[in-house]
């Protein structure tokens, strides 16, 4: 896919950094030519080379003291050092909220250690499954997913540190040295992802003569015709012996192989140049070696197979847990099939959402269904890491209502204010009404926070005013849902599509500006972003009558590379002609990436919008780019849900 644009806590977070150092050396490897046999120096130069923080990245390793070239052995001593360190600090874990002496400080400290378990957690499963289930059919999948996890290890320090804000006191800024080292090689993992250079790792030559089969898949959609000339030599102790071809590729087929035979045994790395300027994504099987090229005319990767020869075997089906699902989710009221049932009347096993997820068998893969019937749930509702695969139905978004009212005002971190939050992966939420009712008055107070991962939402309403609705990490997909607030009331660093939604607009603090979203993207090689598709944009009734003094905006950016997209909607007279509103000065005016496309109504007309470098114009190809189906691979887990789902632009 091509995307446009684009102590204690410390060691947490440097082991998540490792982690993610490790799989790019799984996907990549280095090498160490041109150095002395042996040099860890060398190797540690060449995995490093292509980070954002390429001298961070060489300090952690050169630290780790081994005396070895194996990306692989590096890394693990890293993650080993890493491990270490943090066995250490857990002993020293309370000096920072011992050192702090404001309670909003000491509670910005306890969301710091809940946020980076979250980050660890999560590299550590991504890890296992890749290492020991590696399927080649799924590898575009894989990097995806790689991506889409590293980007959450970094949204997950930065949400620490934004706990800090306005915190009187010296906590933060300890806490922000803390994790630099952390968030750079979290950031250099991504970067890695995107922007390897030409360098891999191979095992898989094992004799003289050996055959090896070259399959070139590149991960964009666009169907550009070019060619390919490529060049294959062998290590640098073995004479160089190249070749070279010419190949054609136009279509969605397996392009067409290229035999080369190796003259020697080794077990060195190997190199291989070329030059291109197009691209088309599809999948071959018979993985050995994985190398990934730049495509800088495309901003994109390459991706290109060494292996056994093509074979077109692949799982047809879909998993159990799809089916099962798409049966309840067309279920209402007494047809549901529950595992629990929960009424506030007592009809029910259960009387509290809380109590009924105690019952939820951990780590699942297996849906488990709770039914909320129609009430008012005064609680704080957590779907925990470990709850995968929970089904949260009630009666209706005007029946079912789940109901809090922490805020930042009255002591509680904006993280932790959420009345309902989703965490554990493939989460679905229907007749769901969430509500944060802590007032206009009290700051941020979150109605609902996700960072489950490939979670859906349908037919669910989110009420409250500021930081309404916090879609904090991961994949998310929402449709016929209803959103409203009063500022930055859709917010954070998920993958989040929008679908067939109403966004209202409600009557803020006088003349307060009102912008809708503050998308949290921190580096340019995230692959996250806020898109609203055929929603609504329009006035709540209270707010119609002061929208021109209190005025109204699409966004502005929260975080450097702020992403947002508004395509194909509703746009109705409360938003300004400007479009988007600064968030402070000229902070992120020329690296954030907003654009509108194919929009209506008379808020839609761009002619007087601002003029800052980052706000983009796009063409329907560029835009397929932020439909479902693309930037949150929406096909694979939403499509056959029975959710109301298009997965591209649609005919409006």
């Known amino acids: 896919m091509a995307y446009d644009g684009g102590g204690c806590k410390n060691n947490k977070a440097a082991l998540v950094g490792l982690l993610s150092l490790f799989f790019v050396a799984l996907v990549n490897g280095v090498s160490g030519a041109g150095e002395e046999p042996g040099s860890s120096n060398a190797a540690i130069k060449t995995l490093c080379e292509p980070t954002t923080y390429r001298e961070t990245c060489e300090e952690v390793l050169v630290k780790s003291n081994v005396d070895s070239k194996d990306p692989r052995e590096l890394v693990k001593a890293g993650f080993h050092f890493a491990i270490e360190q943090l066995k250490a600090a857990i002993a020293n874990s309370p000096t920072l909220k011992q050192a702090a002496t404001d309670p909003m400080a000491q509670k910005a400290v306890d969301a710091c250690d809940e946020l980076m378990d979250y980050a660890i957690d999560d590299l550590l499963t991504s890890f296992d499954k890749i290492t020991d289930s590696f399927d080649v059919h799924r590898v575009n999948a894989y990097l995806e997913n790689l991506r889409i996890w590293l980007s959450a290890a970094l949204t997950y320090q930065e949400t620490c540190l934004d706990g800090f804000e306005n915190v009187p006191g010296d906590t933060g800024e300890k806490m922000k040295n803390l994790l630099k080292t952390s968030k750079e090689m979290t950031a250099n993992g991504l970067s890695s992802l995107c922007k390897t250079r030409i360098i891999i790792w191979t095992k898989s030559l094992q004799h003289v003569g050996d055959e090896f089969f070259i399959l070139y898949s590149l991960a964009n959609g666009s169907k550009l015709e070019s060619s390919i000339r490529i060049c294959i030599a062998l290590a640098r102790d073995v004479e160089a012996n190249c070749r070279s071809s010419v190949i054609q590729a136009s279509r969605a087929v397996v392009i067409p192989t290229i035999v ?155 993280f932790k204010s959420a009345t309902f939050a989703a965490v554990g992966s493939n989460f679905i ?195 397929i780019n932020f439909t479902p189906s693309l930037f949150i691979q929406g096909d694979d887990w939403i499509k056959n849900t029975g959710i109301p789902y298009t997965s591209a632009l649609m005919k409006i």
């Open 260 to 414: 080369l035979r190796t003259s020697s045994v080794t077990d060195e790395l190997m190199r291989l140049s070329t030059s291109w300027s197009w691209g088309y994504q599809t999948v071959n099987s018979g993985l050995m070696i994985i190398l990934r090229f730049p495509v800088s005319s495309l901003g994109s990767t390459a991706i290109v197979w060494l292996g056994a020869e093509e074979s077109n075997e692949y799982q047809e089906g879909e998993p159990s847990w799809v089916s099962d699902r798409r049966g309840l989710l067309e279920a209402t009221g007494a047809n549901i099939k529950a595992n629990v049932v929960v009424a506030k009347d007592g009809s029910g096993k259960y009387k509290t959402i809380t109590e009924a997820l105690k019952e939820v068998p951990l780590k699942s893969n297996t849906t488990f269904v709770i039914y909320v019937k129609e009430g008012v749930y005064e609680e704080q509702v957590l779907v925990d890491k470990k709850m995968t695969y929970v089904m949260v139905i009630g009666d209706g978004p005007t029946k079912t209502k789940i109901t809090g009212r922490k805020s930042v005002e009255d002591g509680t971190p904006t």
């Open 429 to 623: 939420g229907k007749d769901l009404w969430f509500e944060n009712s802590a007032g206009l008055y009290k700051g941020q107070a979150v109605a609902l926070r996700v960072q489950s991962d490939m979670s859906i939402f349908y037919n669910c309403r989110m009420d409250g005013y500021q930081d309404t609705f916090y879609p904090h990490a991961k994949r998310q997909f929402y449709r016929d849902c209803t959103i409203s607030g009063t500022v930055d009331f859709i917010f954070g660093n998920a993958a989040v599509v929008l679908q067939n939604c109403k966004i209202l607009v409600r009557k803020p603090k006088p003349k307060q500006p009102c912008p809708i979203t503050a998308q949290g993207r921190m580096e340019s090689d995230e692959p996250t972003g806020i898109v609203l598709q055929n929603c609504t944009i329009s006035s709540d009734p209270d707010y119609y009558p002061v929208r021109h003094t209190s005025k109204s905006y699409l966004g502005r950016p929260w975080k450097q590379y702020s992403r947002t997209v508004i395509m194909q909607c509703q746009i109705d007279d409360l938003i300004q002609p400007e479009g988007w509103l600064p968030w402070n000065g000229d902070f992120a005016l020329n690296t954030l990436y907003y654009t509108e496309f194919d929009n209506r109504g008379p808020g839609a007309a761009k002619e007087n919008r601002v003029k800052w470098k980052g706000v983009k114009q796009i063409t329907a190809k560029q835009a």
